[in-house]
């Protein structure tokens, strides 16, 4: 049974950083922990501890935060133990009788312990002879008691002869085990397989990927330094020569660059750690095993999915067909990191729709069922489209579950309309659908669910000109930004009925703009405003116990997107995407933005300021959609 042990000293406390140990060339001293400094200001933290568990023991392994432990008893056995530097609980193992002619190269849990098919795995190589077979000595967790398995049957030549690999660099990823053989650079899995009420059923399974990895020029020996983090994502000690640690940074989310750490002890019996950058080994995606292919797949997304089918028959094997009815939801979900996207209706008698990645340009052209085909997108929110029919009928629909949701048929009489709005998901009871015209100004009002709709004509707001912008619902209020930045906002109770009022002490915050949008950003209501001539974007802060716009110099991590039908904003999952005000406007094929940072226009195609937007198309039939509340 796993207990616990008490230390002296203990372990060094958890940190953002992990900890470099170094234990004693005869494990008969303490070892001494060193990580890197929380500053570059401030001074190396080295820290030495009396941690008597530890003494005579070798570190062999880091695996899923425990510790490896080994040491060689004087009754000529191997001793092996498993310890958690956080819980302080250790688990023996059975001694294991030392074999001469048999060296180990490397130890590894299969999966974490408590799982019942954890296991202890020792790869153990022959010392004598190249042409005798290498084995694998295992002991689960479980039962406590060691086995040994060969597996040169496994390999052949092409002869058909069995050849004397071993298998060496075994790592864990997703709960699989994987190791290479050393000559030939093929990859295989191991699993390790027991039934939990037989305590002599614990089997090793090994099989061949058949992937060969890219050979590395360069010998391997082990050091004796030993890379691990306290909160359990574990580095563990490597298997490189001259004492080296391969690492990858990201450059500002540029280009990765591979960096070789060298690590040497001092005489001053201080760590010195050198980098420097050289060119990363070319790898290719058909290189990597079937089960990380998958795992590849599973992180991909609409565009990036269908790619990566169309890449090989293996990537078509690793990402089945998608039924984006049942699946595009779940695909989405996946991809915290998506922005919204712009919906381009290009061919509305053949219901296709043009969905745009506003960051890398990609294009997903979907299909809509027959009874949304001619429909014109009227207003988007948390993933549900309003739409108009030529037939003037209005309805509720998500492109991506295909759910469609009827309203009542839109008033005979019904005069231009200059913008559509909703307050909550039409799936709820509180949902209200609102429609504002002009001369007069009235709005037309329904639920879901309503045979038909409410009117009300706006006697209080007669000054107010609607504009094409959508409508805001703040703290249970509709907001309208008119024509000239004239504010309104608007309360409709639950028969229906509304009451206007004139936000007419609130000035406009610009004489001269050519279009204004409304958003709520972060807890508060913006208005965006665009010059005449396309030269500046200001955006404003409403201050409601001032009566006064208040002028916004910065959003943060959060993005702005606007069009005719739908403007709102987000929060900025993915890198440089902050700060930005979208257009639904092309320089070529890449959508178009405004830098608060900057105030200047760009495209993420060129990084350079857009001087004239005398050919920057701008889109007519389409809004914006945040795929992540699909």
């Known amino acids: 049974?796993?207990?616990?042990?008490?230390?002296?000293?203990?372990?060094?406390?958890?940190?953002?950083?992990?900890?470099?140990?170094?234990?004693?060339?005869?494990?008969?001293?303490?070892?001494?922990?060193?990580?890197?400094?929380?500053?570059?200001?401030?001074?190396?933290?080295?820290?030495?501890?009396?941690?008597?568990?530890?003494?005579?023991?070798?570190?062999?392994?880091?695996?899923?935060?425990?510790?490896?432990?080994?040491?060689?008893?004087?009754?000529?056995?191997?001793?092996?133990?498993?310890?958690?530097?956080?819980?302080?609980?250790?688990?023996?193992?059975?001694?294991?009788?030392?074999?001469?002619?048999?060296?180990?190269?490397?130890?590894?849990?299969?999966?974490?312990?408590?799982?019942?098919?954890?296991?202890?795995?020792?790869?153990?190589?022959?010392?004598?002879?190249?042409?005798?077979?290498?084995?694998?000595?295992?002991?689960?967790?479980?039962?406590?008691?060691?086995?040994?398995?060969?597996?040169?049957?496994?390999?052949?030549?092409?002869?058909?002869?069995?050849?004397?690999?071993?298998?060496?660099?075994?790592?864990?990823?997703?709960?699989?085990?994987?190791?290479?053989?050393?000559?030939?650079?093929?990859?295989?899995?191991?699993?390790?397989?027991?039934?939990?009420?037989?305590?002599?059923?614990?089997?090793?399974?090994?099989?061949?990927?058949g992937s060969q990895l890219p050979i590395l020029n360069r010998p391997f020996s082990c050091f004796h330094f030993t890379w691990w983090n306290l909160v359990g994502n574990f580095l563990s000690k490597d298997y490189l020569g001259d004492s080296k640690v391969e690492l990858h940074e990201e450059d500002q989310g540029e280009k990765a660059e591979e960096v070789e750490m060298r690590v040497s002890l001092g005489a001053d019996e201080r760590i010195h750690i050198m980098a420097e950058k050289r060119e990363a080994l070319e790898w290719h995606l058909l290189d990597l095993p079937y089960d990380m292919l998958r795992v590849i797949?599973?992180?991909?997304?609409?565009?990036?999915?269908?790619?990566?089918?169309?890449?090989?028959?293996?990537?078509?094997?690793?990402?089945p067909p998608v039924q984006w009815r049942t699946a595009s939801k779940k695909l989405l979900q996946t991809q915290s990191s998506i922005s919204p996207w712009l919906m381009l209706q290009a061919d509305k008698k053949k219901g296709v729709v043009t969905y745009v990645d506003p960051k890398f340009g990609n294009r997903y052209f979907m299909t809509s069922p027959e009874s949304v085909g001619d429909a014109t997108i009227c207003y988007s929110k948390d993933g549900w489209l309003l739409m108009i029919t030529d037939s003037n009928s209005m309805i509720f629909f998500n492109p991506f579950s295909r759910t469609t949701i009827q309203l009542p048929p839109m008033p005979s009489n019904s005069n231009y309309y200059s913008s559509f709005g909703f307050s909550s998901l039409p799936t709820s009871s509180d949902c209200v659908v609102v429609g504002v015209t002009s001369q007069p100004v009235q709005l037309d009002i329904t639920t879901p669910g309503r045979s038909e709709w409410v009117r009300c004509v706006l006697y209080e707001v007669t000054a107010f000109a609607p504009c094409r912008n959508n409508p805001v619902f703040y703290e249970g209020l509709f907001y309208f930004l008119g024509r000239d930045g004239h504010l309104v906002d608007l309360v409709v109770d639950e028969d229906l009925g509304c009451f206007a009022n004139d936000l007419d002490d609130i000035k406009s915050p610009c004489d001269s703009f050519c279009q204004n949008f409304l958003v709520e950003c972060d807890g508060n209501l913006l208005s965006v405003f665009v010059s005449n001539f396309w030269e500046w974007v200001k955006v404003f802060k409403l201050n409601l116990s001032e009566s006064v716009w208040e002028e916004v110099e910065s959003l943060g991590n959060h993005m702005i997107y606007v069009s005719d039908?739908?403007?709102?904003?987000?929060?900025?999952?993915?890198?440089?995407?902050?700060?930005?005000?979208?257009?639904?406007?092309?320089?070529?094929?890449?959508?178009?933005?405004y830098s608060l940072s900057t105030c200047k226009f760009y495209t993420f195609g060129s990084m350079e300021p857009l001087m004239a937007f005398h050919n920057a198309g701008n889109q007519l039939q389409c809004g914006w959609i945040d795929l992540l509340g699909a």
């Open 565 to 593: 039908s739908t403007s709102f904003s987000t929060v900025a999952k993915t890198p440089g995407m902050e700060n930005k005000i979208y257009f639904p406007r092309f320089s070529g094929d890449n959508i178009i933005f």
């Open 1 to 209: 049974m796993a207990r616990e042990r008490e230390f002296s000293h203990g372990f060094p406390s958890p940190g953002p950083y992990p900890w470099l140990t170094y234990i004693h060339e005869y494990f008969d001293e303490d070892p001494f922990f060193c990580t890197m400094p929380p500053s570059l200001s401030s001074s190396k933290h080295v820290e030495t501890r009396s941690i008597p568990y530890l003494r005579g023991k070798a570190i062999e392994m880091v695996c899923y935060g425990w510790l490896i432990l080994h040491s060689l008893g004087i009754d000529n056995h191997d001793y092996f133990s498993i310890l958690n530097p956080i819980t302080s609980e250790s688990i023996d193992l059975p001694p294991l009788k030392v074999r001469k002619n048999l060296r180990s190269s490397r130890c590894v849990l299969s999966l974490p312990p408590g799982n019942h098919d954890s296991a202890l795995l020792i790869f153990r190589r022959k010392k004598d002879s190249e042409n005798k077979p290498h084995s694998i000595q295992f002991c689960s967790l479980l039962h406590r008691k060691w086995k040994k398995t060969w597996y040169h049957q496994i390999f052949k030549d092409d002869d058909d002869v069995e050849c004397y690999e071993f298998l060496c660099r075994a790592v864990n990823m997703s709960g699989k085990l994987y190791a290479i053989t050393e000559l030939s650079k093929m990859l295989v899995m191991i699993d390790v397989v027991l039934d939990p009420r037989e305590e002599d059923s614990t089997e090793l399974v090994i099989r061949s990927l």
């Open 297 to 319: 797949a599973e992180h991909t997304v609409l565009v990036d999915y269908l790619n990566f089918r169309a890449t090989s028959k293996l990537c078509r094997a690793a990402a």
